[in-house]
Every structure is written in C-alpha cells, then in structure tokens.
C-alpha cells in the first residue's frame, strides 16, 4: 500500500535532514502509528506520504507505484485517493457543517444532489446528523475533529492521514474520537496513517507502529512489540513519560 525506501529528505533553508534514509512499509487495512517527540520528524513524513513535498533521496511507493517524477497528472489521480486531517481542523469558518464536508466534492465538480447525499452519510458515519447546518464556531473541538474527518472522507479515499488528531482534546473526547478512527478502520477498510506524540494513542488503536527521533526511525514493527520490548531510548523515553 505505502512503502519508504531509504527516505531522506533535507531543507535547504538549513540544510539540516528532517528524515534520514526512512524505510517502512504500511498494508493496506492498517492502523499505522508514527510517534515521536516535537521536531522528530513525524510531520515531514507525513507531508512526504501526502505527497505534499518529494524527499530528496530515496523512493516512495503508494498502491505499488512509485511517485517520484511523475506527471500531474498521474500524481493527482494519487492524492485523490489519500484524504488528510491536519492539526488544527482547517474548517471554512463561513461555511456549515454541511458546507465543510461538501467543499471536497465541489472541487471535483460532483452533482449537487449527490454531494447531498454523500454528506448526509458522513455526517451519519461521524455522528453529526443533527449538525449539519450548524458553522464551526457553535462546535466542540471534538464536533470540529468530526467534521475534518468526515472531510476527508468525502471522496471515498482509500488512505487517511492524521496529524495529531487528539492533541487539542480532553481525554473524553480522545478516547471518543478514537473509537471513530477504529470504527472507520473496520467498517470502511481504509488504511489509517496516524501521526502523534502520545505513545497510548499508538497503544490504544495502531496495530503497527513506528517511533522517530532526530529523523531516523529507531524502531518498527507490530505496536506490541515495539511497545513491550524497546531497544532505542527514544522509544524508553516515551514509554516513560505515559507512565
């Protein structure tokens, strides 16, 4: 599905690596989890994957085609396929509920009548049926979280990408939009990218798992394994902390 092969990816602005010969490989119908402390890495990653900046060397693969170098148009096929929710939701505050999660089918020029439709099946899917006209302001944070994933799913994509999907949330509301990540996982069949700092959201719902530091991934592998028997103090460190 995704796979990185000896990823680096240097800044010019300070040319200092943000990710330094990176390899993993992400199946299809994962729960993948990239953990690591603030300037590790994860977000460059991510970026990389989304297909939002090209890595300086190595090679990356998605759905068995490499996306080096190739056309726009080739590449727009690709991201079409891949939704991503960023830190911070990015919602079009003029926009409702059910504005927000038609925006991406607009783009592509769907018919109205089916972009309703499909709208009222996401906001069914995420729980926001009774919020459709409702605008960002009058949500919660988790109301808004809701809202970017349903987003994202608006085109059927068959990957996700979350950037920190918790961190502005009460621990309530984590554990509430993380039964949704688990229930889109099984139910929908998409293959979930999860980007974060927290190593018990990897624990609680990535079956695999990755941790950075400093740009390299020190450790990979099924999440218990790399939970409860960790070779890199990077990875001690985090274990450390959650207790």
């Known amino acids: 599905m995704i796979a990185l092969r000896n990823v680096t990816k240097i800044y010019k602005k300070n040319s200092e690596h943000a990710l330094m010969d990176a390899s993993l490989t992400i199946e299809e119908g994962d729960i993948f989890g990239i953990v690591g402390k603030s300037g590790a890495g994860k977000s460059t990653m991510l970026k990389l994957i989304g297909m939002l900046e090209v890595p300086t060397t190595g090679e990356i693969e998605i ?122 996982n099984d139910k929908l069949g998409i293959t979930i990218l999860i980007i974060t700092h927290e190593i018990a959201i990897v624990r609680s719902i990535c079956n695999k798992a990755a941790v950075l530091d400093g740009g390299y991934i020190v450790e990979c592998g099924d999440t218990a394994q790399v939970l409860e028997n960790p070779k890199n103090e990077a990875t001690k460190l985090l274990l450390d902390i959650e207790l």
């Open 63 to 184: 759905f068995g085609k490499s996306i080096i170098g190739i056309s726009n148009t080739e590449a727009n096929v690709i991201k079409r396929q891949i939704g991503t929710v960023f830190q911070g939701y990015n919602l079009l505050m003029q926009r409702s509920v059910l504005g927000n999660i038609a925006f991406p089918l607009e783009l592509v020029r769907k018919d109205k009548d089916a972009i309703n439709v499909r709208c009222k099946e996401l906001a069914a899917i995420v729980g926001l049926t009774e919020k459709l006209s409702a605008y960002p302001a009058q949500l919660s944070g988790g109301q808004k979280q809701r809202v970017a994933i349903a987003r994202a799913l608006a085109t059927n994509p068959k990957i996700l990408l979350l950037d920190e999907p918790t961190s502005a949330l009460d621990s309530f509301t984590t554990k509430e939009i993380l039964r949704l990540i688990k229930d889109i």
